[in-house]
Each structure stands twice: as C-alpha cells, then as structure tokens.
C-alpha cells in the first residue's frame, strides 16, 4: 500500500502565525511551520512546549485563535470535515478503545470518511481495511479483543484504523508513551517504512535519540517557538540540546545508524 | 481476512451482520406474540379466533370488539412506542455519558418529564395534549438545567452523570411533594401516573407518541453511525471526519425528546432505557451501537411487563413502572453475578 | 480530596481551626436545642412554646398533652437518634472509601434496609419493629456489599463515580421492588405507606426503644474508630505502615454502619443526603481529624433532621411532608454543588 504522490511536492500542510491554546492560555503564539511532503518529520522539545499542541492545531483537533493553518493550500476550516479526514490521518495520544470490541471493526471506523448514509459498507472497504491490517502487521490479530492485546500491538491497531483512512498524511501523537523499547522500535519502524512508501508522516516524540535515528526532518520547539528545523545532520548539535533542554551534553555517533546519541555530562555533585 | 456480508439495493450498500439480523427477526417474533397475547387475555378472555375477528371488525361480539380495539389494542400499540422510544434514548445516552449506567432514568430526564407533566396535572389540570407538552418542558429544561449545572470549562462525563443524580433526587422529591400539595382528584391521578401505567392509553396518545416517534427514531438511527464512532474519544472521532460537537448536541435532543415523549405518554417507567440496549448487545454481540436492536428489545420489554403488570396479581393491577424496575433490579443482580464469577 | 491530619502530624495553628470548631460545635449544640424545642411546638395542631414547657412537666391529660406527650416528644427523639446514626454513617463511610459522595441513601444501602423489611413483613406478616430490625441489619449489609461490588465492575476498587452510579442503580430496582410489595401485600401496605418515603410520623416510644440501643452501640464504635481512620485517610498501605489493623477497621466500619443505617432505615423509612452534606460541613468546620468530625457530626445532623421534618409540618400544613422528600429536596443541591466543587476523580 502506499499513498498516491501529489503534484505539488511542496508542503501540503502548513501554519502561518498561528496562535494555539486552552481556555485561558496561549501555549504557541505567532508560529510558523511547514511541514514538507514524503518526510517522516519528527518534533521534539521539552515538556510544555507546545509540540503536542502544535501537532494538534495543524490536525485540525484544537481550533487556532489566531493565524491559520492550510491543507493543501487552502484553510483548513474551509474544507468539510470528511474531507480533511480523506487527507489527514491522526493517532490521538489517548484514544480509548471501546469495550469489547475486535482489532478489525475498530479498523473498519476508519473508513467512515469514505461511506455515507447509503453507501455503508462496500467492497472497497474491505481492502482497505485488509490493507491497512497487513500494512501495520496486525493481521493474524484481525478478530482478536482490542483490550487484550499488548501495548504494542494495541498501537500498532490503531495506526491500523489511521491506515484505512487512506490519508497521504499521517500525524502520530507520541506513539511511544508507556511502551518498552521493543514496543517503541516496532511502531517507529512501522512509520518509517509507511513514509519510504511515500506517506507524509509527522510524529511528535519525547525520546530524543529515536527521534534522531527516526526522523528525516526535525522540528525542534522550546516554550511555544520553534528553536530549530531541518535535517537531523544540520540541526543537532550539543549546543542546542543544552539550550533547549537545559542539558548539559555530548553526542556520539550511534554505531548502527549513525545518527547522533545524546550523551548527558556526568553531573559533579 | 474475510469479505464482509454486503446487501446492496440500488444506492443503497449496507453490511449485513447474520447474527444481528436473526436477533431483530426474533424480537419482533416476541413482539407479534406478545401483542396476541396482550390482546386476548383481560378479565374478558379471548380465543384467538374471537380475537382476531374483533381486530377485523369481523366479529359478531360488540363488547369484544370494544375491548380489542378501544382498550387493549391502544395499551398494547403504545407499550410498544413506549418501549422503542426509551431503549433509543438509552442508547443514545450510555455511550455519550461513557458510562453504562449513564441511562437518562437515571440522570434525571425521566423525572424531570415526569415533573413538566405533574405540574400539567396538579397546578393546571391539563389534558393529554397538555400533559405531553410539559413531560417535554420538563425533559428539555431538566437536560438544560444539568447541562449547565455540570459544564465546568468542559463537560466530563462522569460529572454530568453525578449531577444528573443529584437532580434526579431533588425532582423526584419534588415530585412526591406535589403529589401531597394538589387537590385529591388531582393527586389520585398524579400518584397513579407517577409510577408508570398504561392504564388509561387512548389512541389519541397512540397517535401523539406515534408522530413524534416517526420523526425522532429514524433521527436516532443515523444518528448512531457517527455515535459508535464517538465512543472511541473525541479526538478519535475528529480524525475520522466526525463533527463531535454538532452531532453531540443532536444526539442530545433527540434523546431527551425521545424519553419526555415515552414519559408524556406513559408516566415514568425506569430500566428499560438502561437495560434494553445492553440486553440488545449481548444478545447481537455487534460492535457499535445497535439502535434498531434496542429499540426492538426495549418493545418487547415494556409489552411483556405491561403483561406481568396486568395478569400477576389479578384483579389487582401493578403500574408497568414497578415492574420494569423490579425486572431492572434482577438483571443488575445478574449483572452482579457476572462479574463476581468474572473477577473470582 | 480533604487533606489528611494525623495524630503524628505537626499541631494545626491553634488559634484558626480551634476557634471554628468551637463556634461549631456551639452553633450545633444551640441548633439541635433550638429546633428540638420548635419540633416540639410545630405542628398540625401548633401549641405556643410556653404551652409546650408547662406540659412537659405537668402534663394535664388534655388533648394538646396528649400530642406533645405521646407524639411529638417521642418523634423529637426518635429523629435526634435517628438523625446522628444517618450523619454518622455517612462520615464514617466518606472516610472509608476515601470518596466525598459516600452517603448510605446514594449508595443504596437505606434502599437494602428498607426492602428487607417491606420483604420481611410480607413474608413473615409479623409487622412488630423488634422482629424487622434484623433484616433491615442485614439487608444495610447486603446493600452495601452489592453497590460496592457492583461499582467495582472490571476494576479492582470502584472510584466515586462508578459507586453512586452503582448507588443509584440498586436503589431504584429496590424501590420498585418495594413497592410491588406493598402494593400486593396489604400487610406491608397499611404499615408502610408512609414510611416508604422516610417518616417520621406516628413513629412512637416503642420504634424508639427498638433501635436506640443499636444505635449507641454503633455511635460508639464509630467513635473509637476515630483515631484508625485518621490514619487510614493517607491510604491502606501508608495505614498500614502506621500500624493500623486495616482489615479490622474496615471490619469495624461496615457494622457500624450497618447498625446505623440499618436502624434509622429500620425506624423511619430510607433517607438520602443527611449523611453526605452534615459530614461536609462538620469537615469544614473542624478539619478532617475524624476525633473532631464525629462528634459535630452527632450533633449537627439531627439538627438538620429536625430542620427537614418541622418543614415539612410547615410547608403543606395542616398535611405533612414526609421528611425524606424533604431531604431529597434540600440536600440534592448540596449533592450537586460538591460534585462541582470538588476536582472528582474521573473513570
């Protein structure tokens, strides 16, 4: 499966000055950002910083009280909303499963955008939800209880219903919250190969050396603002990781992917 | 993975689940049964054959026939309105509240219908007409009043449910009270509609209950589409294209109309609008909503206890609401023991 | 969630909480004295107060003695008895489940009590309250039992919302049953008619006699139980590590309120909210050092029953309000504005 490559090759989704919050607090003020298309871009800052937000925002889940973000060139408040859920997939970071229910139904709710009050359920549902199970490895757990799987697996579901949405773009919310390591790879990989198939993928991660092994385009914020953007060779450096997180530290280069480890400085306390 | 069961009419292209499907044809099997049943016992019993005629006007029995259709027929088409109309409303309000608890007889929309109506009854000896216009004030005001009282920068829903309590405790005191303030007619047909009969169903109810059920539950059955997917967290459903905050606000309405238009008609009847969809669920084993299975199950529930209701002490006759409500407290103890050996 | 004071923990500042728990417990007292003397007075038949204390020392056998005598004293009493053992039982119970909408009406329990008595009179048709007290023990126990387990469905311990939903749930199946037998019982219909919605009236000395007994035991138990408790509100494993013998105390908190539940429910029929808004104002008056908390609670809910039931002679006069409707009335905003103000737990 892989997504249908666009004309434009320029950024699909953008921000222009967007002010992002909650009721009474601004968390991202006058941000601009574009998010490039084909890229497995990853944003990363501190707690706080407004990445979750942010990601939120530019997914249309939290509405922007200044500036505006666009879809394919347009506002994309302009759009209906099935409409962008045809373009835009999302992985909330809390999604609850309800009760009971089995990996391929949840699956199948992806598909709501493309299905109406007449066309309920077609063949081509079926093979995108089929697609979307294999995509994500998830097949052989098809009529299985969503609440009995693994951690993992259960990520790796959801993704799934994302999946059969058959969106060019895909946005995940801190995937890899409360999964162990094994579990984070595995969700990591999966985006990574969704986005060498020509998916957009934009991830928002707080686990800096995944980020940095993962990522083909950073995104680095710091209390609402971004600090930094672009190839992850260009933008680390242990300078910034000390402006931004406060962290004194060194960077080696991992053995494996050669992307840089952040190495904190031994504390002389 | 296999292909799923399509029944496809022209535009039309639905998924047909078998199970579900079996599940439907059986309750309205019950349902058909019921309704003989219903309308050939009495203290004037019927055959089958004398029942029939009467239904027909074929007969040659007058007072059969006056008791067919006058009085059973019409007790008989409403429990099933009735029913349809609280087994949706619960079904629409367990998953919006998050809770399978969150049932509007037990958040206070029942009681509150039940106190537009009283108010009808006791302080302007209102008609039928009346009567239903203000179980519905007092549904729609009562929803309001605990919306609002339970909005804080947000609405959580556990919190609406808690406050649908406390209100419901506060109505239902407000309600005895005006039991004991009005006059004595007033007050004998307050306390008997109170707890829920089908005593005094005229076809003029029939017909009230029946016109607004035809605009509310077809609402309630699209409806569901984007409900089932609610249920999966606001974000969730925003993702896959669903308005939330449009379509909550409809879903609200719809329910609250739908359980003030069954209170109007019949006085409150509790636990059918809480167990009826669960029932329906365990039975179809669908994901998702199951209105059409609900509303079905929550029919033949309020048929079979109008039934219990008529016959068990005869000549005495018990409110319909004591029954479902004693039916109510076996299922939560089977519930109950569900989860004992579940946990064990 | 109220903070916890421990005895181990640094002495409050004396001058604030000291103060308030003073005037508290004065106002209380001054209350309860005040509106046991109007209950006294207030009635279908009303009698001036300087009546009222001439009868009650020399009761001259006219129509006005008879009814403070044989009606109004004992129903003072009995709802004074009847209101500490509501109060009480609903402190005792907030404090246990750690949940500030713990009440023995909302979680069902008075509805257990009272089913099992309605059943047992049906049953048995013996309608003396010594025979009907046991069950309505142990139907507060049952009905305990059955929402605690009932709000803990798929979870190992029920959060706040989960038990008054399950609360809820079990007290109106068990209403319903309640009145399906006494509307097929004439029995349990001529003796509960009124009762079923908590009244006080035509309740006389010996409904009194029968539970007070039961209820100064469970006063008493409560009350030792004070210090546990305090200890116990920083959460089992911390009161353990105190050295407090969790299992018993749990052990000791559900018979006590089981005896009080069951015996008010037994005595007046059930009633909601007394238990859960008296506790809430003793705790802000006094803290939550349940040495302190108690015993305003002992005195400041049968003022309150006392408050409920006077306006309920009042309000419809020359007919009577049950006082249960009363509390419904009065105490469900008290319900609704603690669900607002306090931050409760979610699912």
């Not at chain 1, 957009?200 to 995944?210: G, S």
């Amino acid at each position: 499966m892989s997504a249908t490559v666009s004309e434009q090759s320029g950024p699909r989704v953008r921000a222009r000055d967007v002010t992002i919050g909650y009721a009474d607090r601004a968390v991202v003020s006058g941000l601009d950002v574009a998010i490039p298309t084909g890229e497995l871009t990853v944003i990363i800052g501190p707690n706080a910083c407004g990445k979750s937000t942010l990601l939120r925002g530019l997914a249309r889940m939290l509405p922007t009280r200044a500036g505006v973000v666009e879809l394919d060139g347009a506002p994309i408040g302009s759009y209906p909303a099935k409409e962008i859920a045809r373009r835009l997939g999302m992985l909330p970071q809390s999604p609850i499963a309800p009760d009971g229910i089995v990996v391929e139904d949840l699956v199948a709710r992806g598909r709501y955008p493309h299905q109406g009050l007449l066309r309920q359920w077609t063949p081509q549902d079926d093979d995108a939800v089929a697609g979307a199970l294999e995509r994500a490895g998830v097949a052989d757990l098809a009529t299985r209880p969503v609440d009995e799987l693994s951690g993992g697996q259960r990520q790796r579901v959801w993704i799934a219903m994302a999946l059969a949405q058959q969106t060019p773009i895909l946005f995940l919310d801190e995937p890899t919250t409360y999964l162990d390591i094994a579990h984070q790879v595995e969700v990591l990989d999966l985006a990574r190969s969704l986005q060498r198939d020509g998916f957009t993928v934009v991830v928002v991660l707080h686990e800096l050396n995944l980020a940095f092994r993962y990522a083909t385009h950073l995104v680095v914020m710091k209390a609402g603002a971004i600090v930094a953007e672009g190839a992850v060779a260009d933008v680390v450096t242990p300078e910034l990781i000390e402006e931004v997180y406060g962290l004194p530290c060194r960077l080696v280069t991992d053995p494996e992917t050669g992307t840089p480890l952040v190495v904190p400085k031994a504390s002389t306390r | 993975m296999k292909r799923k069961r399509v029944l496809v009419l022209g535009p039309l292209s639905v998924r047909v689940r078998p199970r579900s499907l079996t599940v439907g044809i059986a309750l309205l099997a019950a349902i058909v049964v019921l309704t003989v049943v219903a309308v050939m016992a009495g203290d004037y019993p019927l055959t089958i054959g004398q029942t029939l005629a009467a239904l027909f006007s074929a007969g040659d029995d007058p007072l059969a026939q006056f008791f067919v259709q006058g009085q059973r027929l019409p007790r008989v088409v409403c429990a099933v309105l009735v029913g349809l109309a609280l087994a949706c409303s619960g079904a629409i309000f367990q998953p919006l509240a998050g809770n399978p608890l969150g049932s509007p007889d037990i958040i206070g929309f029942t009681v509150g219908a039940a106190t537009g109506a009283l108010v009808q009854i006791t302080l302007f000896d209102g008609g039928p007409a009346a009567t239903a216009l203000g179980a519905v004030l007092g549904g729609f005001g009562t929803a309001l009043v605990v919306y609002l009282l339970a909005w804080r920068s947000g609405l959580a829903g556990f919190r609406l449910v808690l406050v649908g309590i406390g209100v419901a405790a506060v109505l239902q005191g407000v309600n005895s009270l005006l039991v004991v303030r009005a006059s004595l007619t007033a007050a004998q047909t307050a306390a008997q509609w109170l707890a829920g009969s089908f005593n005094t169903s005229t076809w003029s109810d029939v017909a009230i209950t029946a016109l607004a059920l035809a605009v509310l539950v077809p609402a309630a059955v699209v409806l569901s589409r984007p409900l089932g997917a609610m249920t999966m967290g606001d974000e969730a459903a925003i993702g896959i294209g669903i308005r939330v905050e449009p379509t909550r606000l409809a879903l609200v309405i719809v329910g609250v109309a739908l359980v003030s238009v069954a209170t109007a008609a019949a006085g409150p009847i509790a636990f059918v609008a809480l167990a009826a969809p669960q029932l329906a669920r365990r039975l179809t084993g669908a994901p998702g909503v199951g209105m059409i299975a609900a509303g079905l199950m929550g029919a033949m529930l309020v048929l079979a206890s109008d039934l219990v209701a008529q016959r068990l002490f005869a000549p005495t006759q018990l409110p319909v609401g004591v029954v479902t409500g004693s039916l109510g407290g076996l299922y939560l103890i089977w519930v109950l023991t569900r989860e004992w050996r579940r946990n064990a | 969630m109220t903070a916890a004071a421990v005895a181990a923990a640094p002495p409050q500042p004396r001058r604030g909480v000291g103060r308030r728990r003073f005037w508290g417990i004065a106002g209380s007292v001054a209350a309860l004295i005040l509106l046991a003397a109007l209950s006294l007075a207030v009635g279908s038949n009303p009698i001036p107060l300087d009546e009222v204390w001439r009868l009650l020392w020399t009761p001259d056998g006219s129509v006005d003695a008879s009814v403070v005598h044989d009606q109004r004293i004992p129903r003072t009493l009995l709802l004074v008895v009847v209101g500490s053992a509501l109060g009480v039982s609903g402190a005792l119970m907030q404090s246990l489940t750690r949940n500030p909408l713990a009440d023995p009406g909302v979680l069902g329990i008075n509805a257990g009590a009272s089913l099992a008595v309605v059943g047992a009179v049906a049953v048995f048709g013996l309608t003396s309250i010594w025979f009907f007290l046991w069950f309505a023990f142990a139907g507060a126990a049952a009905g305990a039992i059955i929402v605690y387990v009932l709000g803990s469905t798929g979870r190992t311990s029920p959060t706040p919302v989960r038990l008054a939903l399950a609360g809820v749930a079990i007290s109106m199946a068990v209403s319903s049953l309640v009145q399906t037998v006494i509307l097929s019982n004439q029995n349990a219909f001529n003796e509960f008619r009124f009762w079923a919605a908590g009244s006080a009236e035509g309740r006389g000395f010996p409904v009194l006699t029968a539970v007070a007994g039961f209820i100064v035991v469970g006063l008493v138990i409560a009350l030792c139980l004070g210090p546990a408790l305090n200890a116990l509100a920083l959460g089992e494993e911390t009161g353990r590590a105190l050295g407090v013998r969790v299992g018993l105390v749990r052990a000791g908190v559900m018979a006590a309120v089981a005896l009080l539940a069951g015996a008010a429910t037994a005595a007046i029929g059930p009633i909601m909210f007394v238990g859960l808004a008296v506790p809430y104002l003793a705790r802000a008056l006094c803290g939550s050092d349940q040495r302190w908390v108690l015993p305003a609670t002992m005195i400041a809910a049968p003022a309150a029953l006392l408050a409920a039931d006077i306006v309920g002679r009042v309000i419809a006069h020359p007919a009577e309000v049950q006082v249960g409707i009363l509390t419904a009335i009065l105490g469900g905003p008290v319900f609704i504005a603690l669900v607002r103000r306090r931050r409760i737990e979610a699912l």
